[in-house]
């Protein structure tokens, strides 16, 4: 794996889902948010903010959970041409929120990972929600990965994803020293839920992790018609961090970047210096009894 080499910015977004007009104004959109991004090495969308593409489709479809999965894979291919040019335009590494993709006979919820020499990878969430389970159909992914960078190994936890210790311990302890966390919640109660998972595994790991959200209304869309949700920067709570462990946090439901200057450096210096040795100390197991 990469080894952390020197200082960059990050921006996270809270993205608004808009009604689109045609495919173009979409790329207009990117290039406003990407412009936004002040020069900013690594972009974080937010999960599932590509389902304003479903607006360009019909009502017919973006009133229906099934047909817009469906419809959509036509897109696919331009949302992803769409973000490896722009990687390429801004030398930055992106990660595109997330799109649901065809898999076999059903659908994934997928990331995609950009590089400023315009190639991508992906990560599929590994935990589904209630609603991409009982409503969706939308099916989990199976593997845990990493993707080394100029700047470190990140991984990425999908929403959920960040809830459960497991998934971004396995993406640790194959060398991340950022995990990634794009998010969409339509109450106030399910991106606290994120938000604390988030700072948790950042506290027990020792590591950056960032949230992106999803903001405002779509009443237009049955997929993602209420988002209530903020971007976070969040650290261990150690020496040369915040002592809340809060790097930058966005304006509840505003459309914004939220920026950090970050230094995979520091997560290793503090894993070996720190006040505390929690990503050290992990492994050890209890017996439990009376």
């Known amino acids: 794996m990469s080894a952390p080499s020197h200082p960059f910015r990050l921006a996270a977004a809270q993205y608004d889902i808009a009604f689109l007009d045609d495919y173009a104004a979409y790329e207009r959109k990117l290039d406003t948010w990407f412009a936004r991004a002040n020069g900013a090495r690594f972009l974080v969308f937010p999960e599932y903010f590509s389902m304003e593409l479903a607006s360009l489709l019909g009502p017919s479809v973006y009133g229906s959970l099934e047909r817009q999965l469906d419809a959509l894979q036509d897109l696919v291919p331009h949302f992803v041409a769409s973000f490896a040019e722009r990687a390429m335009r801004h030398a930055c590494y992106v990660v595109a929120g997330t799109i649901p993709v065809r898999h076999g006979n059903g659908f994934r919820n997928r990331s995609f990972f950009f590089r400023p020499d315009g190639t991508h990878d992906h990560q599929d969430k590994l935990q589904m929600t209630r609603f991409e389970n009982e409503r969706w159909m939308i099916s989990g992914g199976d593997t845990a990965r990493v993707f080394d960078t100029e700047f470190g190994t990140i991984g990425i936890s999908i929403c959920y994803d960040g809830e459960f210790p497991s998934i971004a311990r396995a993406q640790v302890e194959a060398g991340a020293t950022l995990i990634l966390v794009p998010s969409c919640t339509d109450t106030l109660a399910g991106y606290h ?45 150690d020496y040369g961090f915040p002592d809340d462990g809060i790097l930058a946090t966005g304006e509840l439901d505003r459309a914004a970047w939220v920026f950090g200057e970050l230094d995979c450096a520091n997560v290793a210096r503090v894993r070996q210096e720190g006040q505390v040795f929690n990503h050290r100390d992990w492994p050890r197991q209890f017996a439990f009894g009376s």
């Not at 604390?196 to 790991?205: F, H, K, T």
């Not at 209304?217 to 209530?228: G, M, Q, R």
């Open 193 to 237: 839920r994120v938000r604390i998972g988030a700072r948790a595994r950042a506290l027990e790991n020792q590591c950056y992790v960032v949230q992106a959200s999803t903001v405002g209304l779509a009443p237009w869309s049955e997929a993602v018609d209420v988002n209530v949700g903020a971007a976070g920067i969040f650290t261990p709570v």
